[in-house]
């Protein structure tokens, strides 16, 4: 009933009478039930102690006269709405945003433990105390108002002038909405509008500038409305969600969900999956504690045995042998980083590739003590796990047998029982093939006889900007999981109290020494040069050499550029190793621009044409330069990603190499509850913190163990299978803080060029680089095995790249006179100019190869459309092509927004009649994928 109502306030009002005859019963069935509560109420001993025993007795100052019984009902749904869904929306958002946000969790746990007495029950008095409280929720109120808008009724005919001076009459009868969540979020009224800042509301808001106040107009934040119609339940539901916060925040620590991310609908302040928030229980509650100093520290782990407790020689050099299936980026970093963790335990820890683990299907291992970490790419392994799965794991899953029944010579008995763990590494918008190597890995070892799992599978989330956190933590897990291995006898127990910041300590060092050569004497016999170093790399890592054979744009105006590039390989000899099917992808390993190299050498101090070689423990999975010759200029280039945030590990050691105390305090800062605002959300870059904080000299060996390893970029390959590699590129650009940030190989590909008159002037210019390292990616985005079965893409974007490729198979194949089934594509642009390959493609309709469908968003004097209002518009072809011609259905693109609407959109399609959610679709989507019906590649 209060959701009709909501809704009748934003419906267009004739279509209100077709919702009236519902409408009316619910709300009939509302006021028989607050008629039985009011008439039970009246008796109630404790009616006088009670709101609605109040509304009962009250009467008027004047007339004497009690409220009516409609009045009271009136009251009552009031206070249901106001008191209620207002407390609980507020409190939600509010809880949601603290989560996030490590010193304002602190500051406000801080003030509660100052200004309450937990001995004593909450008064008034203490929570009217709780000022920066008040301030937090009058930040959430402005970011989520519980009422989008509010609407008023003008009575007498009136003239408003608007902030720009211009003039509006609004006629006696006519409605005025106002737009509560846009003002909100106006740029106009408020400073950083998006941000969430309680610090905005310290000192006098509504005073006037000249009198020490922020000069806020009184009607720019309205959430529960203004003037003489205020909310009566505005003061109720603050006092009420002060109250609860209160014992929550002195009990609790907390921390935002992993799993369940807020999804807005039409809705903006009620997510349509709610929210989710991690409580985790603080050991000191009820006791307390001093406030804490302004430098507010957060939150430490908390463990009955803390692994800095663990004897230092509790391995006794057991050995434990780590399976790393990584394309260089943070697993394998993750995989070194534990090795020395647990060496320094007296652990004797070997790294090596996950191919390692077997050897022709037959388990391969000589340690009593496995641990496998690995990442997938849109289900697919990395190329140092490939051999692993395939021989492995899949044989496995196919026929659904144990590993030692389905692949032979795998042991059923050993003599020495094996403990084992897995953890994955993934990004969560992959949610159809989300850690999928690691978790089927995981499945495989738990069948196998006498392997016994020390620690569950531990997923995690890099898209998540605090999963460093959780790898810390896991680190002291498996520590704790091994020491009981080796001595049964040390008991203890791993906290479940993860910390919002890493309990890092000192740096881990992974033993990188650089011997730098003198300049002036030959290169010594038997080392390879730098550009021999660099092909052996590549060469180690199955990568071809390639040159550009096409690159030109195909969309290029404005800030919008994006490219049409066919690379084929350098040596002709090559050639067979990039054979492609129709839908594979393409590994591209980017170049760091000429122009960030040389301003992050300078601030390095030192010299791009210097060479130098790496000598690293022979424990650890090493790919690049190690005991070969490099230069400066290479490495920041090639070898090391440095346009990617720093990882708090990182600025905590950096913080030790800054000798300016103020600036030390601001990278510790950095670290810790900054990390997510400033660093993550702003994209710092190891240069950027650098620049901000001049004392801070860290040496080039520290510099290489704190900075990730580059790694590639996967491109859909736009062209068929035995044809030229063919890509299509979109440049990536975007502001953050007034500063502009670049896509590093988008750019790197399109060869950019820094010119006044470039659509992109401030680009990092790659231009004359004609060669690229490629290698190719197998996909499980494929065209049906069967020709003549019907084909469904859809796509907005480069997404497009992989159904010119399915088009251009089936173009080829009628050619060959084969019969083909029909493809449908719904392809979604902003206008003409970004219809991509439009030629083509309408050269393939008119061919009756394929159907074209094309939205557009901001075609002038076009309605707007999206991919997913085409497909609601062609349901019934969209349902008869599934459901009777067995059709695929493909979708390749943003995850966050096109795919997610296309999902839901095509459960409608297919389940007319139910309410679909984000959750309920996926299962739809889920169904179509396990029946080979429907693929996902999606990103973002």
Known sequence: CMEESLARVMRFPPLNILHKKKYDAEYAKLHSILDNLIDNHANSPFAELSVLGSLLNARHSRTGEPFTREQIRDQCITLLVAGHKTTQILMSWALYLISHEGDVEEEMYAEIMREIDVEKPITMQMLNKLKFMDQVLLETLRLYAPAQSVSRGVVEGMTVEDMDGNSWYFEAGSHVFLAVYEMHRHTDLWDKPEKFDPHRWDGKAFAPKKEGGKGYHPFQFTPFGGGARLCIGNLFALTQVKLYMSLLIQRFYLRPSKTKIPQIGQDFVVPTEGIGIRFIVRSSWGKPQPPPAVDVSPPQRQQTTPANEVPANIGKGTAVEIYVGSENGVTSDGANKLAKFLDAHDFNCTVSDLNNLQKDGTLNNTAKNVIVMSSSY????????????????????????????????????RDA??????????????????????????????????????????????????????????????????AQSCNPSFLTQPS???????????????????????????????????????????????????EFKVREPLVNYEDRRTEHIQIVPVNTEDASKFMHTTGDHVAIWPVTSAELVTQLAQRLKLDLTSEFSVEISAKRLVSWVENTLCDVATALSTYFDITTPPTRAALNEYADFTTNED???????????????????????????????PS????????????????????????RGGAP????????????????????????????????????????????????????????????????????????????APFRAFIQDRAQKKKEGKVVGGCTLYFGCRNKKELLHGEELEQYEKDGVAELNVAYSREPGVPKTYVYTLLSQQKEKVAKLLNNENAVFYVCGAANTMAKDVMITLANVLQPGVRHTDETAMEVMDTLTTKGQAFLDVWG
């Open 663 to 693: 600036e030390k305090a601001s990278m510790k800062r950095l670290a810790r509850a900054d990390y997510q605002k400033k660093v993550q959300s702003e994209r710092l870059t190891v240069l950027d913190i650098l620049n901000q904080h």
């Open 696 to 719: 801070c000299n860290p040496p080039f060996n520290l510099f290489c163990e704190l900075t990730p390893q580059q790694s590639p970029r996967y491109y859909s390959i736009s062209s």
């Open 378 to 413: 849109n289900g697919q392994p990395p190329k140092n796990a490939a051999t692993w799965w395939k021989e492995f794991v899949l044989p496995a899953i196919r026929d659904k047998k144990t590993p030692g029944e389905a692949v032979a010579g795998s042991p059923k008995s």
């Open 725 to 800: 590699v063919e890509l299509t590129v979109g440049c990536l650009q975007y502001n953050l803080q007034d500063k502009a940030h670049f896509g590093l190989c988008s750019n790197y590909l399109s060869g950019t060029k820094k010119s006044a008159t470039s659509p992109m002037p401030n680009a990092p210019s790659n231009e004359g680089s004609i060669k690229v390292w490629a290698a190719l990616q197998q996909s499980s985005f494929r065209l049906p095995e069967d020709d003549q079965r019907p084909i469904i893409m859809v796509c907005n974007g480069t997404g497009l």
């Open 417 to 482: 029982h094996t403990i084992f763990c897995v953890a994955g590494f993934g990004h969560h918008n992959w949610h159809l093939t989300y850690q999928k190597v690691a978790k089927e890995s995981c499945k495989v070892l738990q069948q196998l006889p006498d392997w016994t799992e020390m620690a569950d599978f531990q997923p995690f989330d890099v898209g998540q900007y605090d999963w460093e956190n959780d790898f810390e933590q896991w680190k002291h897990v498996v520590l704790l999981r091994l």
């Open 496 to 546: 479940n109290e993860p910390t919002r910041e890493l309990s890092i300590g000192q740096h881990e060092s992974m033993g990188v020494n650089i011997v730098w050569r003198d300049m002036s004497q030959p290169v010594p016999d038997g080392v390879l040069s730098v550009e021999q170093s660099k092909r052996g790399f590549f060469k180690f890592k199955e990568y071809v050499e390639m």
